[in-house]
């Protein structure tokens, strides 16, 4: 056996495997001999088929598959003794279209195209400089905080007349093109909440209305979220887009108002414990760090974005294109050329951030253990309990087998060992660069590009 490969370029290369039967008989009378044992034929007992029967029945289909597996292995064998950094899979090369006999004496020469990853250097280091922002809340963002608190534990009233912000609880019946109700149309009884209608006008004329009151309603032009529209008609989300006509008429049958808690001691105990808080003063300051302790995540999404986006820009190299789009469509049969084509820029740049990120691992001597993988299956289950059952306190026994059971699937396994990776990458580089910390109001950080 004879196996190379030549570059075509700085990122394409050909491999080439050249076999004699010398090569791959033993291995296919191998195979045909654990088939003979294992078949069941008729006329003949099990396990006692003749290897030369098999041969003559299966054997062009065996050999197949034996030179398959036999060219697999040693192209993976000689991609790892080489060294060879590349990307995707081997796949054969189109034009190489020899005609062979299949009779187990022919010399075999088969040609797989490679593309090879890019050479660069590591865009970061220690005078590479990054803001690291400390993001303060502004008094809007404050005190729409402060008035969601109190409205959590405030009370339901049912004033004469709306107002905005206020909850219409009514009957809303379908009506037809010409304004009438509409025969067999929709009819439900849901709340339209005020605070969720986005068009002004709409909005206007939903102020002021008593009960038994009636208007006409446009659903959706009133409501921008499909998930509103489809809960207060009552139809399932998927049903909206083909509606028919959106208005409707609404008879109101009541105003609910959720009146704001008033701020004493017992509001003050109910959220942050007995005597932790004492006055709006502390109130308002505790509210302000619970806020800004949210907002550290958000800082560090955007640090991590920015060295993403640093990377991708210092990195400038070029890909074997042509061989990864001919690759993601041999390993996607189902993808579409102009899905392929519209994800295919995405696609690059993640897989240049990929190859940074390895290469900082591989240059650094970073590595992940299974122990940190466990680690953080068991912080993700935890959080999951937390949102979806708030009170149930699983013991670390517990979580420890939830995660173990979690990692025994290869695809979730394969993504919490990602992640783990990134983060890893993430503290690395924060301990490289220089970092300068820069205060800002939430609302300026939103506006930040």
Do not use: C
């Not at 093109?177 to 067999?184: A, H, V």
């Not at 009541?254 to 808690?261: F, G, I, M, T």
């Not at 580089?429 to 506006?447: A, D, H, P, R, T």
């Amino acid at each position: 056996m004879n196996i190379s490969h030549q570059n075509i370029d700085e990122i394409n290369a050909v491999i080439r495997v050249d076999l004699s039967p010398e090569d791959y008989n033993p291995q296919v009378d191998k195979a045909i001999k654990e088939q003979a044992k294992k078949a069941k034929l008729p006329g003949f007992r099990a396990g006692m088929v003749p290897a030369s029967h098999i041969r003559r029945t299966y054997g062009k289909a065996i050999l197949f598959d034996e030179i398959n597996r036999l060219v697999s292995d040693k192209i993976n064998q000689y991609i790892s003794e080489n060294k060879l950094d590349i990307l995707g899979q081997p796949l054969p090369k189109e034009d190489d279209k020899s005609d062979y006999n299949w009779d187990f004496n022919d010399a075999f020469s088969f040609n797989y195209e490679i593309g090879l990853a890019p050479q660069f250097e590591i865009p970061f280091n220690e005078k590479s400089k990054f803001p690291e922002y400390v993001i303060k809340a502004d008094e809007e963002t404050l005190e729409a905080r402060i008035k969601n608190l109190r409205r959590s534990y405030g009370k339901m009233t049912n004033p004469e007349v709306s107002e905005d912000g206020d909850v219409l609880y009514g009957e809303l019946k379908q009506l037809d093109f010409d304004g009438n109700e509409l025969e067999g149309g929709i009819v439900n009884t849901a709340s339209v909440r005020t605070d969720l209608v986005e068009d002004k006008k709409i909005k206007k004329t939903l102020i002021g209305l008593k009960k038994d009151d009636e208007l006409t309603l446009d659903v959706k032009k009133a409501f921008k979220n499909e998930s509103d529209i489809a809960r207060i008609v009552g139809i399932k989300e998927e049903e909206v887009e083909s509606l028919g006509n959106t208005t409707f008429k609404l008879t109101v049958k009541n105003v609910n108002r959720l009146e704001e808690a008033e701020l004493t001691q017992e509001f003050y105990d109910k959220l942050f414990g007995e005597g932790v808080v004492k006055t709006e003063a502390e109130f308002k300051e505790k509210v302000r760090e619970e806020v800004e302790s949210m907002f550290v995540q958000n800082a560090t999404q955007r640090l991590q974005n920015d060295l993403y986006l640093k990377g991708l820009e210092a990195v400038k190299v070029d890909f074997p294109e042509a061989f990864l789009k001919r690759w993601l469509k041999a390993t996607n049969p189902e993808i579409k050329e102009d899905e392929l084509e519209e994800g295919f820029a995405d696609f690059v740049k993640n897989l240049k951030w990929t190859l940074i990120e390895n290469r900082i691992i591989t240059q650094n001597g970073l590595e992940v253990k299974y122990e940190e993988v466990l680690a953080l299956a068991k912080e993700r289950i935890a959080a999951q309990i937390k949102l979806y059952s708030p009170g149930q306190e699983p013991t670390d026994q517990q979580l420890a087998q939830y995660a173990v059971q979690l990692l025994s699937e290869k695809e979730q396994a394969n993504r919490l060992f990602e992640e783990m990776k990134a983060l890893k990458v993430f503290d690395y580089l924060k301990g490289l660069v220089k970092l300068e910390k820069k205060e800002i109001e939430y609302n300026k950080f939103l506006e930040l590009k």
